[in-house]
């Protein structure tokens, strides 16, 4: 495949196109499946674009999304004549209780857990969707017995975790408003401070403590720019989808469709 493929993406994307490019070449030479981790929606984009870019016939993609609908996902990369078996997924569920009288546990707590007691990387995680005496979570199968065995403490309260079926897993409905804002220039910290209506050294030091990121990778610097189709998330403010650019003003300010996302309780 042609690295011209590059030039359609960000140079911080580069390291997983490559993955992405030896998975197809080597479903392609061996006949044989790759189960990826879990990809987040930017991923799998790259990866439906560098498929339909070799218009190969002879590969297709499934999706866990067949079997509980999540954001993360794990995909199957398989020759056309492969016929799917949802184990080869690898993919379980986890309900992990706890007193909602004595604590109200956070998405960043509980991921924060579940990465520092088992030193595993982020991709081994999918959804974490928490509600007000339980949260869930989406993981590879493989790897049940090592959060359910090692995990009995999230943020000093006691949790008690088992398995469920991909069924029961709930996830949170988001509620979604489309508006037009006006922004000085397409710069991160610009973008922040129009969006959510705050200072623009308020946003500068959300990046510099690392609560920024676009595309679901951690943004630091504070003249990066945003794009259409970028998905900026700020921990604390909430998601803001980037539409599209609709022009300038007289005053030469940039007039741009956002899409602000948040998780309803």
């Given at each position: 495949?042609?690295?011209?493929?590059?030039?359609?993406?960000?140079?911080s994307?580069?390291?997983?196109?490559?993955?992405?490019?030896?998975?197809?070449?080597?479903?392609?030479?061996?006949?044989?499946?790759?189960?990826?981790?879990?990809?987040?929606?930017?991923q799998?984009?790259?990866?439906?674009?560098?498929?339909?870019?070799?218009?190969?016939?002879?590969?297709?993609?499934?999706?866990s999304?067949?079997?509980?609908?999540?954001?993360?996902?794990?995909?199957?990369?398989?020759?056309?004549?492969?016929?799917?078996?949802?184990?080869?997924?690898?993919?379980?569920?986890?309900?992990?209780d706890?007193?909602?009288?004595?604590?109200?546990?956070?998405?960043?707590?509980?991921?924060?857990?579940?990465?520092?007691?088992?030193?595993?990387?982020?991709?081994k995680?999918?959804?974490?969707?928490?509600?007000q005496s339980?949260a869930q979570?989406?993981?590879?199968?493989?790897?049940?017995?090592v959060f359910t065995?090692?995990i009995?403490?999230?943020?000093?309260?006691?949790?008690?975790m088992?398995?469920?079926?991909?069924?029961?897993?709930?996830?949170?409905?988001?509620?979604?408003?489309?508006?037009?804002?006006?922004?000085?220039?397409?710069?991160?910290?610009?973008a922040?401070?129009?969006?959510?209506?705050?200072?623009?050294?308020l946003?500068?030091?959300?990046?510099?403590?690392?609560?920024?990121?676009v595309?679901?990778?951690?943004?630091?610097?504070?003249?990066?720019?945003?794009?259409t189709?970028?998905?900026?998330?700020?921990?604390?403010?909430g998601?803001?989808?980037?539409?599209?650019?609709?022009g300038?003003t007289?005053?030469?300010?940039?007039?741009?469709?956002v899409q602000?996302?948040s998780?309803q309780?």
């Amino acid at each position: 495949m042609s690295r011209d493929v590059y030039q359609h993406f960000r140079p911080s994307e580069r390291v997983f196109i490559d993955k992405v490019i030896d998975w197809l070449e080597k479903v392609s030479d061996t006949y044989s499946i790759v189960v990826t981790d879990f990809l987040n929606p930017r991923q799998c984009f790259i990866l439906e674009t560098l498929m339909t870019s070799i218009n190969n016939d002879e590969l297709q993609v499934l999706t866990s999304a067949s079997i509980v609908e999540t954001e993360y996902v794990k995909l199957i990369l398989a020759p056309s004549y492969y016929k799917l078996e949802i184990l080869d997924f690898d993919l379980a569920c986890l309900q992990i209780d706890f007193s909602s009288k004595f604590v109200t546990l956070k998405h960043s707590q509980i991921l924060g857990t579940l990465l520092g007691e088992t030193g595993l990387d982020r991709s081994k995680i999918g959804d974490i969707s928490v509600h007000q005496s339980f949260a869930q979570v989406c993981v590879s199968k493989k790897l049940v017995t090592v959060f359910t065995e090692s995990i009995t403490k999230i943020a000093r309260s006691g949790v008690k975790m088992k398995e469920i079926s991909p069924n029961d897993f709930v996830r949170l409905p988001e509620q979604a408003t489309n508006q037009v804002v006006l922004m000085s220039s397409l710069r991160i910290d610009k973008a922040i401070a129009s969006v959510f209506d705050k200072s623009r050294s308020l946003s500068q030091d959300l990046i510099k403590s690392g609560k920024v990121k676009v595309n679901y990778a951690e943004v630091m610097q504070n003249d990066f720019e945003v794009r259409t189709g970028d998905l900026i998330s700020i921990r604390g403010l909430g998601r803001v989808k980037i539409g599209q650019n609709l022009g300038l003003t007289k005053k030469d300010k940039v007039r741009i469709e956002v899409q602000i996302i948040s998780s309803q309780k």
